[in-house]
């Protein structure tokens, strides 16, 4: 677990890491027509001056990309606890990816730009207490698309600095405003509270998006495993409920179904830093029974997926929830839905929000954004 000396080194070195993620403009991508599913596979190549691992590549991964394999070894090195063996207060104090990669940036002199926009936070009301909102907003002149970003964490740990990074590089890299929500957790806060306190702050943007300098008409939703979960969510809640529905769907790497005997979780039980046992574990900390696993709004592919939004689904193929978005894409195909997916080979489960390492999340990053500033209207 971290020491206080750790905490403060690693609160400045967050610093640098979110501001060193989207200084690249980005063109826009081609049409998409309704009801198909687009499939790409990532050829992007490595180049001299990546951050190269100190050993081989694991078992369980033998074609793992070498900065992914470097971020990976250096969360080992911390040799913390499992967070299965964890209650969840002890988890959350665990190192994070996002740290092994701050550390990386250090340790190799990654030069990181100053941010590009700026930050403010705001407090709303919710069920039951208040919940805090992180707001990233571009410089300049408004009014600005808006995005709702949801972090991952399987509803039990990771918070608005762990996920700074991405949140940053969705407001940077199609200059919107964006609205970071800090959900409830369990198992504090049981299910359904992550998802009605995220629905609680899209329903706050969608009436108050003028106040933040936003386009009340260009709004989308965007997030990451467990936070990929609650951005589809909202596009249902808000179909549902008869509220403005969000343009454009990013689900990266989506908890989307309940069974753990799917291909990437038999092949994958092992991986890091996302495994079967972590997976349980989340269970059981925030839902209040096992058979909640198949309540539609955990188990997407079970849920009533019409008339939604364009989705956009990022999958990382060394990773157990692989084949939930891959699951998830033909639902939503088979529902109507316009779908692109993206599989991005040899990084792993939180790859996304590393792009100052891993040059696939910045192809990864690069493909959302281009979908949402296709949405917008860009």
């Known amino acids: 677990m971290k020491t206080s000396t750790q905490n403060k080194r690693l609160i400045s070195l967050r610093t640098l890491l979110t501001t060193s993620i989207a200084i690249l403009l980005f063109s826009s991508c081609g049409g998409d027509s309704n009801n198909k599913t687009t499939v790409l596979t990532d050829t992007?190549?490595?180049?001299?001056?990546?951050?190269?691992?100190?050993?081989?590549?694991?078992?369980?991964?033998?074609?793992?990309?070498?900065?992914?394999?470097?971020?990976?070894?250096?969360?080992?090195?911390?040799?913390?606890?499992?967070?299965?063996q964890l209650t969840a207060v002890e988890a959350r104090k665990n190192h994070t990816p996002t740290d092994a990669v701050m550390d990386l940036i250090a340790e190799n002199n990654v030069t990181?730009?100053?941010?590009?926009?700026?930050?403010?936070?705001?407090?709303?009301?919710?069920?039951?207490?208040?919940?805090h909102l992180r707001i990233y907003t571009p410089k300049g002149t408004g009014p600005f698309p808006v995005i709702v970003y949801y972090h991952g964490g399987g509803f039990v740990i990771a918070d608005l600095d762990v996920y700074g990074a991405s949140a940053q590089a969705f407001a940077e890299q199609t200059n919107a405003v964006v609205v970071s929500v800090a959900y409830r957790m369990g198992p504090e806060h049981k299910f359904p509270t992550a998802h009605t306190d995220s629905y609680a702050a899209y329903e706050w943007t969608v009436k108050n998006a003028a106040s933040i300098n936003g386009d009340p008409n260009k709004i989308a939703v965007a997030g990451e495993s467990a936070g990929g979960n609650l951005a589809v969510n909202m596009a249902i809640m808000a179909r549902d409920k008869g509220i403005k529905v969000p343009l454009r769907v990013i689900a990266v790497y989506p908890i989307a179904?309940?069974?753990?005997?799917?291909?990437?979780?038999?092949?994958?039980?092992?991986?890091?830093?996302?495994?079967?046992?972590m997976m349980e574990w989340f269970n059981k900390n925030y839902l209040n029974n096992m058979e909640e696993a198949k309540d539609p709004r955990i188990s997407l592919v079970d849920a009533n997926l019409k008339g939604l939004a364009p989705v956009t689904i990022i999958a990382a193929e060394i990773d157990p929830l692989n084949s939930d978005g891959k699951m998830l894409a033909e639902k939503l195909k088979a529902a109507g839905v316009s779908v692109d997916y993206k599989n991005y080979d040899g990084v792993t489960h939180e790859f996304f929000g590393m792009s100052a390492i891993v040059p696939e999340a910045k192809d990864a990053q690069k493909y959302a954004t281009d979908q949402l500033k296709q949405a917008f209207g860009k």
Do not use: C, F, H, R
């Not at 100190?54 to 250096?74: H, L, T, Y």
């Not at 990181?112 to 919940?131: E, F």
């Not at 799917?262 to 092949?267: D, H």
């Open 257 to 277: 179904q309940s069974d753990m005997t799917t291909e990437s979780y038999v092949k994958y039980a092992s991986a890091k830093p996302l495994d079967k046992p």
């Open 44 to 84: 992007m190549k490595t180049n001299s001056t990546m951050i190269k691992p100190k050993g081989q590549a694991p078992e369980w991964a033998p074609n793992m990309k070498p900065e992914m394999q470097a971020v990976i070894e250096k969360l080992e090195s911390y040799k913390d606890t499992p967070i299965p």
């Open 112 to 131: 990181v730009p100053p941010p590009a926009v700026d930050t403010s936070g705001k407090d709303i009301p919710v069920a039951g207490g208040n919940i």
